[in-house]
């Protein structure tokens, strides 16, 4: 895709009168400007619910001084609006700076100049609307003509664009173009009065390729399959139990429970278990935690494109990279933004995340992940006596303060001396997050590593990521069921 | 252009204008000044077929317009067809007069107008003694919204809202343990806030969730206070009776229409008439007058009481309820809720807790029971134990599981005291009987 016109209306004229409005004023300027669009394809049962097609522009602009933020939103790029703008913004720092009690200045950095664009092998406007339909509707009968217990099919496909150019008073420049698909499916089945359902998704940065690959390929019949087996589930018992969880329900426990208390804001905010624990074992020894959004990941999964939670640099013009956060059952780094990263006196590492241009980075994860070890999956279930396999998740939920967790599987079979026995559903597993973490009594290896993307909320913004794990054993831990 | 395409039945343009303020603090500071517009316009065309095609997009000029509507008829032409399609909204002779909506001094706001918002919420976290931090905000919005249909349907309604959120944390300085707790008070006019409040209801709720303990699986009485009400009642019913998922057979009260699914106090309304009410409107967002429709009375689940939109009251042979939900030009109608009420009894809440001998009172859980089956099972983030009719600790790692119809069944009290959040209103509620999971063995 050619560089959008609406972009270059941003030229160097514009960027000189910017910084000579902004001079002296305030200590850290940055303006944001997208041009998205994109496709999405909402289907049920068959038919077509939506079929829609958008394109949205949005210009963010932030001012900075001594501790005090301003940010002005536009949904144009107009050469006269964003000077505006900028003026606006200034004088809302200034008010907000007049009023802060935490000060605070934001290093000066080496500008970043700098072009980006993902890899497409099939890029996404070449390909015809009605072939994106087809697959969808293709997903559709796959998952509804499964079983005769399947009552209500989902498919969801999103696609899109977008063009990014961001500015900022160290002289950064950096344009972003990426495009990214996905492809979403969900199935609900009756049998006997009961009703269950099972969600998969595929998503990544690129084109339309990520909608082909096997994975992909095989998406309804997964969810079809899964949501049939999970009528002849049962009801477990509750109380304390060993449990071996998959890399999809690790990998969400890890991103939920632990992750979001590694996020800066949220440990300056008093609003993280981990306040004032770096250098403190917080895990069983064998825990090494990552947080690494850069692109040229998805390799390690034989996937031709990037993965969901990847980009090139954050929303503060900040490189993506590899991020320690435990070595070793030590709590290394927390997740920083310019403003984190700036009061605690440590180097950015690229999390300032925004899900637009109108809304302002916050601490953000990427691609988090527990690294793998030794043990292989049968091992693991092997040397377990008593407990409960649990795989994949429904939705899980965590007390930010106290790391009191809750996730509810999707899949549950009962370990009984060494070997997997019957499916469960509903088991749901709670407790305090660094009493879990230091319970895993094992790490599977490379080879039961895998990832699932997702879509995080925080502070009303949404966006892309991934998280990752192999199969871990975790001991005594609360299992809560209905019966 | 549209009236050209000769397959086409009806269209419609959803247009909206906002522009807001926003004011943020964290660790207990003012931190960041924000405003902002936005504004954007969608477009649904449908055909004989009853194929749908949409389009959307914020930037005004001519040119994309004109590209917007050849890419919705585009959308439209590959749509499957939808026999259960019927028409969009016809125009109404009568909208509802509903007073308090619009607050002129929002409009008008300046941003240093707002500030003693967030001053009394610092203020109410700087003096007390065990308050550590305080994230929250103070917002304001306002907009104009207007709505044109091919069946001759125009209308225009322009609306404020405001609103401000406390998450206060407090620590114990002996046992060195911490909680948090939230609140927010959503308004439409600016003198109905009330900053101080809000702050302390967050730090009430904290302090009452500080240094908890872990407990011994047991049976007993449970007291939903109306944050527990919206989200073991009130949430599950509104998602159950939306129009939408009961044709989708996909809520656990399909089958259950005309019958008594609760005990005699579950009396749930939806009412988009309330002066001043954060979930009042003129009309839904396809066009249609609001109204005030019951949906239980004495715990029977009224055959009349579905949320609709035109589209599934079409499939059904009714006429819409008003309960068309867009979010914003973004989405194509939903169905959502307007304002979503539990009626308050005619007992004290004080006379409801004293009688119980050991139970728990549940405010919050974070989980949400499954829409599908009606079964719940959560884990209990801020509840306490009751005994000999007062409230105690707080509870650690403890659960809760039951069946909605059964919950319902066995409610025997509602409070006269009630709380609004937003679009919900909610009494305290008291369930004669639940299985809570404990954290001991």
């Known amino acids: 895709m050619e560089t959008s016109e609406d972009l270059k209306k941003i030229d160097e004229d514009l960027i000189t009168q910017l910084n000579q409005i902004a001079k002296e004023k305030v200590e850290y300027w940055d303006i944001r400007t997208e041009v998205n669009n994109g496709t999405s394809l909402d289907f049920t049962n068959q038919k077509s619910k939506e079929i829609s097609s958008f394109e949205i522009i949005n210009c963010g602009i932030r001012a900075f001084k001594n501790g005090g933020w301003g940010f002005s939103v536009l949904r144009n790029i107009e050469r006269e609006s964003i000077k505006t703008g900028l003026q606006k913004a200034i004088k809302l720092a200034r008010l907000s700076e007049s009023l802060t009690k935490i000060n605070f200045n934001i290093p000066q950095r080496e500008p970043l100049i700098e072009k980006f664009k993902s890899k497409s092998k099939k890029n996404l406007d070449r390909i015809d609307i009605a072939d994106k339909i087809k697959l969808v509707k293709n997903h559709e009968k796959i998952a509804g003509d499964y079983s005769k217990y399947v009552k209500n099919t989902h498919t969801f496909y999103m696609d899109g664009n977008s063009q990014t150019l961001f500015l900022n008073s160290f002289g950064s420049k950096i344009y972003q173009d990426l495009s990214f698909l996905r492809l979403f499916c969900m199935v609900y089945t009756n049998k006997n009065g009961i009703t269950q359902s099972s969600v998969n998704s595929v998503a990544g940065v690129g084109g339309y390729e990520i909608a082909e690959t096997d994975k992909a390929n095989n998406l309804s019949k997964k969810t079809a399959k899964e949501a049939v087996e999970l009528l002849d589930a049962k009801s477990p018992v509750g109380g304390k139990l060993t449990v071996v969880a998959d890399s999809k329900l690790t990998g969400t426990i890890i991103h939920e429970a632990f992750g979001h208390a590694c996020e800066a804001d949220l440990v300056l905010n008093n609003e993280s278990i981990l306040k004032g624990m770096i250098g403190n074992n917080v895990a069983s020894e064998q825990v090494t935690i990552i947080d690494n959004p850069s692109m040229g990941q998805a390799k390690q999964f034989n996937l031709p494109y990037d993965l969901f939670g990847s980009y090139f640099v954050d929303d503060e013009g900040i490189p993506s990279q590899k991020t320690i956060i435990i070595e070793s059952g030590i709590l290394r780094n927390y997740l920083h933004n310019l403003e984190t990263s700036s009061r605690m006196g440590v180097p950015a590492n690229g999390h300032g995340r925004a899900s637009s241009s109108s809304e302002r980075p916050q601490v953000r994860m990427g691609f988090t992940y527990i690294e793998p070890r030794d043990w292989n999956l049968e091992e693991i279930i092997e040397e377990t006596k008593d407990g409960i396999l649990c795989e994949d998740f429904q939705y899980g939920y965590t007390d930010p303060t106290t790391g009191n967790f809750q996730f509810k599987c999707r899949f549950s079979y009962k370990i009984r001396d060494g070997e997997k026995k019957e499916i469960m559903r509903d088991v749901s597993l709670s407790g305090m997050i660094l009493e879990a973490l230091n319970k895993i009594s094992a790490i599977g290896n490379k080879n039961t590593f895998n990832y699932s993307v997702g879509i995080c909320g925080k502070g009303g913004q949404r966006v892309r990521v991934c998280d990752g794990a192999p199969y871990i054993r975790i001991d005594d831990i609360t299992v809560g069921g209905l019966s | ?441």
């Open chain 2, 1 to 441: 252009m549209q009236k050209d395409n000769s397959k086409l039945k009806c269209t419609d343009i959803y247009f909206e204008k906002t522009n807001y303020i926003n004011i943020e603090i964290e660790e207990n500071s003012i931190k960041n000044s924000e405003t902002g517009e936005d504004n954007g316009l969608s477009i649904r065309v449908i055909n004989k077929k009853g194929s749908l095609g949409f389009a959307y997009s914020n930037k005004l000029e001519k040119i994309t317009l004109e590209k917007m509507c050849k890419t919705a008829i585009k959308m439209m032409n590959m749509a499957t067809p939808d026999p259960d399609f019927k028409d969009l909204p016809y125009s109404f002779k009568n909208y509802p007069i509903v007073n308090g909506l619009y607050d002129k001094k929002i409009k008008y706001l300046e941003i240093e107008d707002c500030i003693h918002y967030v001053e009394d919420l610092i203020k109410v976290c700087k003096e007390d003694k065990m308050a550590i931090s305080q994230s929250g905000n103070f917002a304001s919005g306002y907009s104009k919204i207007f709505i044109f249909n091919s069946n001759d349907l125009s209308v225009f309604r322009k609306e404020t809202s405001c609103l401000i959120s406390s998450n206060i944390i407090i620590k114990d300085k002996v046992s060195k343990e911490t909680s948090s707790s939230y609140e927010r008070q959503i308004e439409r006019s600016l003198n109905k806030l009330n900053a101080i409040n809000v702050a302390n209801l967050a730090l009430e709720d904290a302090k009452r969730n500080l240094n908890r303990k872990k407990i011994k699986n047991m049976k007993g009485p449970v007291i939903l206070t109306p944050k527990g009400v919206i989200s073991l009642i009130l949430r599950p019913i509104a998602a159950a009776v939306n129009g939408e998922t009961f044709q989708y057979k996909r809520s656990f009260l399909v089958d259950k229409r005309g019958e008594k699914i609760g005990s005699d106090n579950l009396n749930i309304e939806d009412n988009g008439l309330i002066p001043g009410a954060a979930g009042s409107q003129i009309f839904d967002d396809e066009g249609v007058p609001c109204k005030n429709k019951k949906i239980l009375e004495n715990g029977n689940f009224l055959k009349e009481g579905l949320l609709h939109n035109s589209y599934t009251a079409g499939k059904e042979g009714v006429e819409s309820t008003g309960n068309a939900s867009r979010g914003s030009y973004i989405s194509v109608p939903s169905i959502g809720i307007t304002n979503f009420i539990m009626n308050p009894g005619d007992i004290n809440l004080k006379e409801i807790i004293r009688d119980i001998k050991k139970g728990i009172i549940l405010n919050y859980t974070g989980d949400s029971p499954n829409i599908s089956t009606g079964d719940f099972s959560g884990l209990i983030l801020h509840g306490n134990l009751i005994k000999d009719g007062e409230i105690k600790e707080p509870l650690n790692e403890t659960m809760i599981g039951i069946n909605l119809l059964d919950l319902f069944q066995k409610i025997d009290a509602v409070s006269k005291e009630y709380r609004v959040y937003g679009a919900f209103q909610a009494p305290w509620v008291r369930i004669k009987s639940a299985n809570i999971i404990g954290g001991v063995n």
